[in-house]
């Protein structure tokens, strides 16, 4: 199973310029079989909301749920994904194998301190992985506050240096090693992702199959 692991949608991230079922739509052109949706979760994102905590989260949930509409539609699996930014630091962190009413929890994700995003993600089910932490504006972060890194960050605007990524990764055996492309505009279509030898369906498989670590890595 080919699975895009690193897909904004313009519904809710500012900076994306694709919607949400029409990136679902290009990702199925291209072959592959699923996409994690992760918009960005922090702080200004949400202050661009307007209403409560409950409203504000269901707005961010809007693009998945497009997107999830869509790939029912025309057959690829979509799975719910998230990318954090806490207050205070630029660093982003995929957290996967969460249910979408994990947000409503905590809506205000981002106010926690790192050692608290983990403890609550995996209580939940989840697992945390850093995003393009060599990127210029990111530090790595410690890696006992990680499940993972993405070694390879496909989007080519960004100078993402994938080799550092990968060569922390592999000082520390626990940490598991995912590749995406940071789809944001039609040119980052396919610039990454993962090839897992089993169907996957929801987002405690997806989890289950990177804890595993039988995977591949598309890495372009």
């Known amino acids: 199973m080919k699975v895009e692991m690193h897909m904004h949608t313009s519904e809710v991230s500012p900076c994306a310029m694709v919607r949400a079922a029409a ?10 079989d699923g996409i994690v949706i992760t918009d960005h979760f922090n702080d200004y994102v949400l202050s661009g909301f307007i209403g409560s905590d409950r409203e504000k989260v269901a707005k961010y949930l809007t693009g998945y ?3 999830k509409d869509q790939g029912e539609e025309i057959g690829i699996t979509v799975f719910f994904g998230i990318e954090a930014c806490l207050l205070g630091s630029r660093n982003e962190f ?3 194998g969460l249910e979408p009413e994990f947000l409503y929890e905590y809506p205000k994700l981002y106010t926690l301190s790192m050692k608290e995003l983990l403890q609550e993600v995996r209580g939940a089910g989840g697992i945390v ?3 393009h932490p060599y990127r210029g504006y990111c530090t790595q972060e410690d890696h006992q506050y990680l ?3 993405e070694v390879y960050n496909g989007n080519p605007r960004h100078d993402s240096r994938n080799h550092l990524a990968m060569d922390f990764a592999n000082q520390y055996p626990h940490l598991i090693k995912t590749s995406g492309s940071d789809y944001h505009q039609l ?4 610039f990454g992702g993962m090839i897992f030898p089993q169907k996957l369906y ?3 498989e997806l989890r289950d199959a990177l804890l595993t ?8």
Do not use: M, N, S
């Open 23 to 32: 990136g679902v739509r290009e990702y199925k052109k291209a072959f592959y």
């Open 65 to 67: 749920k497009i997107a």
């Open 94 to 96: 995929l957290l996967y």
């Open 129 to 131: 992985v850093q995003a």
């Open 147 to 149: 499940d993972g890194v």
């Open 187 to 190: 040119g980052d279509l396919a």
């Open 202 to 204: 929801t987002e405690k």
């Open 213 to 220: 670590r039988e995977y591949g890595l598309i890495c372009k």
